[in-house]
């Protein structure tokens, strides 16, 4: 099954802002929700954005998302080194009848 | 809070089986979908296979698909995935899951290792 395509990795300085985009298709991104998930090393993933852009309590508004016709996008401002990551995004697909994940991107802060 | 713990994982030999299981608390299970997904090392993220609130609809990724079986017990508030002709590609780290994935009840446990060598 394929995955939605997100850059493999991005790199920005402390106090920068980076956009990290999720490319996907009518089935999945166009007709159901995005999710995004960060995951610090050796750890699980951690629920980042729910319901295309919308943040649990306890994340900061430093992390933001946006969806756009097949496509998706989490913003993340004020860079921190703790920023440092792998962030995945992820969308039902109504004709696969599958989860899929984006492939993932690494962030560094330079 | 939720707690989300597997077991079970370990080393097989390829062709062999291994069952994880999925131990939940501190939520009403019964009224969630789950999901395994898994992470070999170094790689993403894979959704591997998700169960309904009570069972009656059950999805599995292309890769899976009839090698792998997914259930859950609602009275012991615990999930399992019963792993067949098991393959060296499916080595990682299996993560339970509760669902839906895309709200804000989505939250993870912290994995079991599954080495198939």
């Known amino acids: 099954q394929s995955v939605l395509t997100q850059p493999p990795s991005m790199s920005a300085a402390p106090g920068q802002k980076v956009t990290i985009s999720c490319s996907g298709s009518r089935s999945n991104i166009g007709d159901n929700y995005v999710s995004w998930w960060q995951q610090l090393p050796g750890t699980a993933p951690k629920l980042l954005i729910y319901?295309?852009?919308r943040r649990p309590s306890g994340i900061p508004d430093r992390f933001s998302a946006s969806k756009s016709g097949t496509s998706a996008t989490l913003g993340i401002t004020g860079l921190q080194t703790g920023d440092e990551a792998d962030y995945f995004c992820g969308a039902w697909d109504s004709s696969l009848g599958a989860w899929l994940f984006g492939g993932g991107t690494r962030l560094t802060v330079l | 809070e939720v707690q989300l713990v597997e077991s079970g994982g370990g080393l097989v030999q390829p062709g062999g089986s291994l069952r994880l299981s999925c131990a939940a608390s501190g939520f009403t299970f019964s009224s969630f979908e789950m999901n395994w997904v898994r992470q070999a090392p170094g790689k993403g993220l894979e959704w591997v296979s998700q169960?309904?609130?009570?069972?009656?609809?059950?999805y599995y990724s292309d890769s899976v698909r009839g090698r792998f079986t997914i259930s859950r017990d609602n009275v012991e508030n615990s999930m399992s995935l019963q792993m067949n002709r098991l393959r060296a590609e499916d080595t990682g780290v299996y993560y339970c899951v509760r669902g839906p994935m895309f709200t804000i009840f989505n939250s993870w446990g912290q994995g079991a290792l599954v080495t198939v060598s």
């Open positions: 319901e295309n852009n």
């Open positions: 169960i309904s609130a009570r069972s009656t609809t059950i």
